[in-house]
Protein backbone atom coordinates (compact mmCIF):
# COMPACT_ATOMS: atom_id res chain seq x y z
CA UNK A 1 0.00 0.00 0.00
CA UNK A 2 0.98 3.76 -0.81
CA UNK A 3 1.69 6.02 2.45
CA UNK A 4 -1.29 7.50 1.30
CA UNK A 5 -3.27 4.39 1.31
CA UNK A 6 -1.99 3.62 4.13
CA UNK A 7 -3.67 7.29 5.89
CA UNK A 8 -6.92 6.79 4.55
CA UNK A 9 -7.08 2.89 6.03
CA UNK A 10 -6.14 4.40 8.98
CA UNK A 11 -3.10 2.61 9.25
CA UNK A 12 0.10 3.81 10.69
CA UNK A 13 1.66 6.01 7.75
CA UNK A 14 4.83 8.51 7.16
CA UNK A 15 3.20 11.96 6.46
CA UNK A 16 6.25 12.93 4.92
CA UNK A 17 5.64 10.96 2.15
CA UNK A 18 6.76 12.36 -1.22
CA UNK A 19 3.31 11.91 -2.89
CA UNK A 20 1.40 13.10 0.66
CA UNK A 21 3.68 16.74 0.17
CA UNK A 22 2.97 17.19 -3.35
CA UNK A 23 -0.77 17.46 -2.78
CA UNK A 24 0.20 19.23 0.24
CA UNK A 25 2.27 21.91 -1.97
CA UNK A 26 -0.52 22.10 -4.45
CA UNK A 27 -2.86 22.99 -1.46
CA UNK A 28 -0.78 25.48 0.34
CA UNK A 29 -0.82 27.14 -3.26
CA UNK A 30 -4.64 27.09 -3.38
CA UNK A 31 -4.61 28.29 0.13
CA UNK A 32 -2.59 31.07 -0.49
CA UNK A 33 -4.86 32.40 -3.16
CA UNK A 34 -8.02 32.03 -1.15
CA UNK A 35 -6.65 33.39 1.94
CA UNK A 36 -4.35 36.38 0.32
CA UNK A 37 -4.79 39.71 -0.18
CA UNK A 38 -6.26 41.59 -1.87
CA UNK A 39 -9.79 40.24 -1.33
CA UNK A 40 -10.82 38.00 -4.69
CA UNK A 41 -14.09 37.97 -6.39
CA UNK A 42 -16.81 35.11 -5.18
CA UNK A 43 -16.36 33.50 -8.21
CA UNK A 44 -12.81 33.05 -8.46
CA UNK A 45 -13.36 31.83 -4.65
CA UNK A 46 -15.86 29.43 -5.57
CA UNK A 47 -13.75 28.50 -8.67
CA UNK A 48 -10.53 27.60 -6.15
CA UNK A 49 -12.61 25.87 -3.80
CA UNK A 50 -13.83 23.54 -6.47
CA UNK A 51 -10.21 22.87 -7.32
CA UNK A 52 -9.50 22.57 -3.59
CA UNK A 53 -12.35 20.39 -2.51
CA UNK A 54 -13.54 16.41 -2.95
CA UNK A 55 -16.93 17.74 -2.94
CA UNK A 56 -18.58 20.92 -2.38
CA UNK A 57 -22.74 21.42 -3.04
CA UNK A 58 -24.49 24.36 -4.05
CA UNK A 59 -24.90 27.12 -2.11
CA UNK A 60 -22.06 26.42 0.21
CA UNK A 61 -20.30 29.87 1.93
CA UNK A 62 -16.81 29.11 3.38
CA UNK A 63 -14.99 32.18 4.89
CA UNK A 64 -11.46 33.51 4.14
CA UNK A 65 -9.03 32.53 5.96
CA UNK A 66 -9.52 28.71 5.73
CA UNK A 67 -7.07 26.01 6.51
CA UNK A 68 -6.99 22.20 5.27
CA UNK A 69 -3.64 19.77 4.58
CA UNK A 70 -4.97 17.98 1.34
CA UNK A 71 -8.34 19.43 0.43
CA UNK A 72 -9.83 16.38 -1.68
CA UNK A 73 -11.18 14.41 1.40
CA UNK A 74 -13.40 17.41 2.50
CA UNK A 75 -16.89 16.89 1.41
CA UNK A 76 -19.60 19.98 2.23
CA UNK A 77 -23.06 19.70 1.74
CA UNK A 78 -25.68 21.88 0.09
CA UNK A 79 -26.16 25.14 2.24
CA UNK A 80 -23.21 24.68 4.69
CA UNK A 81 -21.68 28.04 5.82
CA UNK A 82 -18.20 27.72 7.58
CA UNK A 83 -17.18 30.54 9.21
CA UNK A 84 -13.56 32.65 9.42
CA UNK A 85 -10.38 30.49 10.85
CA UNK A 86 -11.86 27.17 10.08
CA UNK A 87 -9.17 24.30 10.08
CA UNK A 88 -9.95 20.84 8.75
CA UNK A 89 -6.73 18.16 8.80
CA UNK A 90 -8.47 16.24 6.25
CA UNK A 91 -6.07 13.24 6.92
CA UNK A 92 -9.04 11.03 6.17
CA UNK A 93 -12.39 11.72 5.07
CA UNK A 94 -14.51 14.87 6.32
CA UNK A 95 -18.06 14.60 5.66
CA UNK A 96 -20.10 17.29 6.53
CA UNK A 97 -23.97 17.31 5.67
CA UNK A 98 -26.46 19.80 4.13
CA UNK A 99 -27.25 22.95 5.87
CA UNK A 100 -24.68 23.11 8.56
CA UNK A 101 -23.44 25.74 10.30
CA UNK A 102 -19.77 25.65 11.54
CA UNK A 103 -18.54 28.52 14.01
CA UNK A 104 -15.47 30.56 13.81
CA UNK A 105 -12.46 28.71 14.95
CA UNK A 106 -13.52 25.16 14.55
CA UNK A 107 -10.96 22.37 14.04
CA UNK A 108 -11.87 19.18 12.33
CA UNK A 109 -9.13 16.85 13.05
CA UNK A 110 -8.93 13.59 11.39
CA UNK A 111 -4.79 12.59 12.36
CA UNK A 112 -3.65 11.57 15.65
CA UNK A 113 -0.26 10.25 16.84
CA UNK A 114 1.12 7.24 18.83
CA UNK A 115 1.40 8.21 22.18
CA UNK A 116 4.75 6.60 22.50
CA UNK A 117 7.69 8.61 21.14
CA UNK A 118 9.31 5.32 20.00
CA UNK A 119 5.90 4.44 18.23
CA UNK A 120 5.96 7.79 17.00
CA UNK A 121 9.41 9.16 15.47
CA UNK A 122 11.05 6.58 13.25
CA UNK A 123 14.64 7.31 12.72
CA UNK A 124 16.90 5.48 9.65
CA UNK A 125 20.24 5.99 8.11
CA UNK A 126 20.14 6.53 4.68
CA UNK A 127 23.42 6.62 2.79
CA UNK A 128 24.76 8.10 5.82
CA UNK A 129 21.90 10.67 6.03
CA UNK A 130 19.69 10.62 9.04
CA UNK A 131 16.04 10.29 7.61
CA UNK A 132 13.35 11.20 10.76
CA UNK A 133 9.67 9.92 9.95
CA UNK A 134 6.59 10.93 12.29
CA UNK A 135 3.89 7.99 12.18
CA UNK A 136 0.47 9.24 12.10
CA UNK A 137 -2.74 7.77 11.50
CA UNK A 138 -6.18 9.41 10.50
CA UNK A 139 -9.44 7.85 11.07
CA UNK A 140 -12.54 10.07 9.62
CA UNK A 141 -15.51 12.83 10.32
CA UNK A 142 -19.05 12.94 9.67
CA UNK A 143 -21.12 16.13 10.66
CA UNK A 144 -24.69 15.38 9.27
CA UNK A 145 -27.19 17.91 7.76
CA UNK A 146 -28.31 20.90 9.83
CA UNK A 147 -25.88 20.56 12.84
CA UNK A 148 -24.59 23.79 14.39
CA UNK A 149 -21.21 23.50 15.56
CA UNK A 150 -20.24 26.53 17.75
CA UNK A 151 -16.97 28.66 17.83
CA UNK A 152 -13.77 27.44 18.86
CA UNK A 153 -14.73 23.55 19.10
CA UNK A 154 -12.45 20.89 18.38
CA UNK A 155 -13.59 17.46 16.73
CA UNK A 156 -11.39 14.37 17.55
CA UNK A 157 -10.50 12.03 15.12
CA UNK A 158 -13.17 9.36 14.22
CA UNK A 159 -16.02 11.27 15.57
CA UNK A 160 -19.94 10.95 13.79
CA UNK A 161 -21.81 13.81 14.88
CA UNK A 162 -25.68 13.23 14.23
CA UNK A 163 -28.20 15.16 12.50
CA UNK A 164 -29.78 18.39 13.94
CA UNK A 165 -26.84 18.48 16.49
CA UNK A 166 -26.43 21.80 18.18
CA UNK A 167 -22.78 21.84 19.91
CA UNK A 168 -21.73 24.75 22.12
CA UNK A 169 -18.58 27.10 21.82
CA UNK A 170 -15.96 25.89 23.04
CA UNK A 171 -16.51 22.23 23.26
CA UNK A 172 -14.14 19.45 22.35
CA UNK A 173 -15.96 16.38 21.46
CA UNK A 174 -14.16 13.23 22.07
CA UNK A 175 -17.40 10.74 21.45
CA UNK A 176 -19.94 10.52 18.82
CA UNK A 177 -23.21 12.31 19.06
CA UNK A 178 -26.62 11.21 17.96
CA UNK A 179 -29.36 12.63 16.09
CA UNK A 180 -31.28 15.71 17.72
CA UNK A 181 -29.21 16.61 20.54
CA UNK A 182 -27.13 19.56 22.25
CA UNK A 183 -24.12 19.36 23.94
CA UNK A 184 -21.36 20.97 24.88
CA UNK A 185 -18.24 21.32 27.30
CA UNK A 186 -14.67 19.81 27.53
CA UNK A 187 -15.56 16.74 27.12
CA UNK A 188 -18.39 17.30 25.19
CA UNK A 189 -21.59 15.92 26.69
CA UNK A 190 -25.16 16.08 26.17
CA UNK A 191 -27.10 18.46 27.78
CA UNK A 192 -30.73 17.33 26.80
CA UNK A 193 -32.99 16.41 23.68
CA UNK A 194 -34.08 18.72 20.61
Not at 25 to 32: C, G, K
Not at 53 to 66: D, H, S
Not at 73 to 102: C, P, Q, R
Not at 106 to 125: D, F, G, N, W
Request: contains cysteine.
Amino acid sequence: MTEKELMLAGELYDSRDPELIARYQFVRNILSKINGYPLISMTEKTNLFSQLLGKMGENVWIETPFFCDYGEHVSIGEGTFINVNAMFLDNNIIKIGKNGLIGPNVQLLTASHPISSKERIEQKMLDGILKVSYKTYSKPIKIGNNAWIGGNTVVLPGITIGNNVTIGAGSVVTKDLPDNVLAFGNPCKISRHI
